[in-house]
């Protein structure tokens, strides 16, 4: 391979003092006289042209009147000749009266080649330059192809990439181009700092931002590589943070990068000015608009007098009375917050101001990006159309809906002057990103086995929007198979619309002694009620059955005379005998369930993967006897409530309840009762609390209860001593429930045989610690609880560990 002994580097400014001398030249030799004067162009001999046309050369030399050139002309034409990129040289002479463009014409690339990469593909990389086979040779574009290759490569976190253009003559004046790459390392962030923070420590502000630092797991994630942008985003996120949680007055006054040698990687200094923190010392709402009454939008307000200011509160209330406004028919009514502050009681005074804004209106959306997502997809994020009052709070929930959606990488609304003074064009600019995802998981419990599953998903199913996943699992004690389609916006209306079909078998364990086979559909309606507020409505159709092995069904009634007495097999307790209830589902066969129920969600999570403050509240109710075999009611509720406490400890109380009422007059099948076990007290295993069987030579198997309660305390503590990107965090918790209240059958007439069962309300308690890792695996959790009170016929587990992941 022969490099070119011109260097690259240096050919801009060689082209460009060439085309200064040249024109000089033309302007000496052809001296504005009167033969210089009389050239024409029908008189211009061309030389050195092999590929470009003698007339396409003579086409630039413009005559003036009277088809005459002048020296003027001819310098235009040099310089417009050396524009066109096709010509490595240039030169205009005045020979026998005569003009004569000789030209040396630039090489033509033959091929482009990339060596060394590896990280990224070569069609990557040629769909970046602009260097093309078949295309004219230019050392300044080979240069700036260069330096575009390396930018790529910088952008993926290596920053000590290095590529050398290497050309390669050719015959018939060709060239071969090969970029010759040396990939390099990733450069990832090796420190984050924070100067300035007080009330909240860096372990808990790296929660916060998307950077972080690198560590031996960190090939399984992209977060440690630097990346300019991102660390600028990051500083909005510590300041939106820190607004959120009563400092008004901070400012994240620098993020600060720092490459070090030694450690290969980048020091980033993050330096917070916090301010102090303010508390809400009054909430007042004024209106300059005479027919619309200020207090009226105050049941909107998301703030409240005594807490701490937070301004996404204020910025959420905002957006509540901007819509509250226009749907009374204010469409130009603009909501401003003010807020003047108190430095010695350190108290905010908010006031909503209700102000007659300008008259504009939307003249046009234009969508720019979308190559895949459909126009209406994206239209029906704004609650604004062409004609409509233009609103800034409404575009402005419009882009945090677009960003939401997570079809798109950037997400940007600009607006520009229409067509008059009072007219609007509302721009969005968007990038998409790929949707879809296909995953194999794999977990372990010490109830399930081991559980794998393959996945396809798509988010943004043919550009409509619409949610699709496919899904089959198998495993140690289980397998099925799911499909799933959401539509989230029902006949154009914000309802979402989904649909499951499913199957799965649950087999016999060391929990269980029969197996449960269940199959069916489900389509639910969802509706967001309030940002913190959801409420979603179902109907489930499934048909469910139980299988035995024949050692545990087998004790049949021999006796001559059924109405005497009970007289099974001789010896068939032996080897275990499944408990009546079980015997009497198999003998019934399969169970039609119909049911319709709804969901009630509150969130004010501040993180729904990670939460460290805010409450979630679920309350479920399903009614089932539309149809079918079976009939009940059931209530549940669950509440999860997160404090952060001190030195980045979180607190949670976990309470749960739940009844289940019989409608009618036939029992409740045991599959329906609720069944308990570590998710109610820790420290007991799958199915083992409330009432069981305990009748001789039977499996005892739990029978489940129609009443269950729970209380958790738990304190969540990192452990300081590592990294933080490690995410072990340690647990230390109390635990107390019971189940109780069987209704199931007690004795089945076919056989005259009665069940002995163990039925209290005894309170079960445990103490315990967990350890929780919030690894590149997924979320794994293990615990270790000893049971403190419990009934006799519970069953203990004290160690249990579960998790799983996609990858």
């Not at 010509?87 to 990339?114: L, W, Y």
């Amino acid at each position: 391979m022969n490099a070119s002994p011109r260097q690259p580097g240096r050919s801009k400014s060689v082209s460009l003092s060439r085309l200064r001398t040249t024109s000089l030249a033309a302007l000496l030799l052809l001296p504005l006289s009167a033969p210089a004067a009389a050239q024409t162009a029908s008189s211009i001999v061309v030389e050195g042209n092999r590929r470009v046309e003698a007339d396409t050369i003579r086409s630039y030399f413009k005559p003036g009147p009277g088809g005459r050139l002048d020296s003027g002309r001819i310098d235009d034409a040099l310089k417009a000749l050396y524009e066109t990129g096709l010509f490595q040289d240039v030169k205009i002479n005045n020979v026998g009266g005569r003009i004569v463009v000789a030209v040396v014409e630039n090489q033509v690339i033959g091929r482009v080649a990339f060596e060394g990469n590896k990280k990224i593909k070569d069609d990557q990389l040629s769909a970046e330059i602009q260097s093309k086979p078949r295309g004219t040779f230019s050392r300044p574009m080979v240069q700036a192809d260069a330096q575009r290759i390396a930018e790529i490569y910088r952008r993926s976190g290596r920053y000590d990439v290095r590529v050398v253009p290497q050309v390669i003559e050719q015959p018939n004046n060709r060239v071969d181009l090969v970029f010759e790459v040396t990939e390099g390392s990733k450069t990832g962030v090796k420190t984050i700092n924070f100067v300035g923070n007080n009330a909240y420590s860096s372990y808990r502000l790296k929660d916060v931002i998307k950077t972080h630092e690198s560590n031996l797991l960190s090939f399984l994630a992209s977060g440690d590589i630097y990346d300019p942008d991102r660390v600028e985003a990051d500083r909005d996120l510590i300041r939106r943070f820190y607004l959120k949680n009563g400092y008004a007055d901070v400012q994240v006054v620098a993020a600060l990068t720092e490459y070090d040698p030694q450690g290969k990687g980048f020091i980033v200094t993050f330096q917070i000015d916090e301010g102090q923190q303010y508390r809400v010392g009054s909430v007042s709402f004024h209106s300059s608009i005479r027919s619309l009454e200020g207090n009226s939008l105050a049941s909107l307000s998301r703030v409240s007098v005594g807490s701490l200011y937070n301004a996404e509160a204020v910025e959420k209330s905002v957006e509540e009375m901007q819509i509250e406004t226009s749907r009374r028919g204010f469409a130009f009514a603009m909501v401003r917050p003010s807020g003047e502050r108190n430095f010695e009681n350190r108290t905010v005074a908010i006031v909503f101001n209700v102000d007659e804004g300008p008259r504009n209106y939307i003249e046009r959306i234009n969508i720019r990006g979308n190559t895949r997502t459909r126009d209406y997809v994206i239209r029906r994020e704004f609650d604004l159309s062409e004609g409509d009052a233009y609103n800034r709070a409404l575009v402005d929930r419009a882009e945090r809906r677009l960003k939401n959606l997570d079809y798109f990488k950037t997400v940007k609304i600009s607006t520009e002057p229409g067509s008059s003074s009072d007219r609007v064009v509302v721009d969005v600019d968007l990038e998409e990103k790929s949707t879809g995802e296909f995953s194999v998981s794999g977990g372990y419990s010490t109830s399930d086995g081991f559980l794998g599953e393959v996945s396809v998903s798509e988010r943004n199913l043919l550009g409509r929007g619409l949610y699709a996943k496919a899904a089959v699992s198998y495993g140690q004690y289980s397998r099925g198979v799911s499909l799933s389609v959401v539509e989230p916006y029902l006949l154009g209306y914000r309802v979402a619309l989904g649909t499951d079909l499913f199957y799965n078998k649950q087999d016999q364990n060391s929990y269980r002694s029969y197996s449960v086979e269940s199959y069916g559909f489900n389509t639910r309606l969802g509706f967001a009620l309030r940002e913190d507020l959801t409420l979603q409505l179902r109907y489930s159709l499934s048909a469910q059955k139980i299988g035995l092995t024949s050692a545990y069904d087998n004790c049949n009634n021999n006796a001559a005379n059924t109405s005497l007495a009970y007289n099974p097999t001789p010896g068939c307790y032996d080897d275990g005998e499944a408990s009546l209830p079980v015997r009497i589902e198999l003998d019934k066969g399969r169970a039609i369930t119909s049911a319709v129920g709804y969901t009630l969600t509150f969130n004010t999570l501040d993180n729904n993967k990670n939460p460290t403050s805010g409450l979630l509240v679920d309350f479920r109710q399903d009614f089932a006897g539309v149809g079918g075999d079976v009939s009940y009611l059931k209530s549940t509720g669950d509440v999860k409530y997160f404090q952060p406490l001190v030195a980045d400890i979180v607190g949670l109380i976990h309470l749960q309840g739940g009844i289940l009422n019989k409608l009618g007059s036939d029992d409740l099948r045991m599959l329906d009762h609720f069944q308990m076990g570590p998710q109610l007290v820790r420290g007991f295993a799958s199915n083992g609390i409330g009432p069981r069987d305990i009748t001789s030579g039977t499996t005892n198997d739990a029978l489940g209860g129609t009443k269950y309660w729970g209380a958790s305390a738990e304190l969540q503590m990192p452990f300081w001593f590592l990294p933080k990107e490690v995410g072990l965090k340690g647990a230390v918790y109390a635990d107390a429930g019971s189940l109780w209240g069987y209704e199931g059958p007690t004795s089945w007439a076919k056989t005259l045989e009665t069940m002995t069962y163990s039925d209290d309300n005894t309170v079960r308690s445990s103490v315990g610690v967990g350890l929780i890792w919030a690894s590149p695996f997924g979320p794994l959790r293990f615990d270790y609880a000893v049971p403190v009170t419990k009934s006799s016929h519970d069953v203990v587990q004290q160690f249990r560990f579960g998790g799983g992941t996609s990858f």
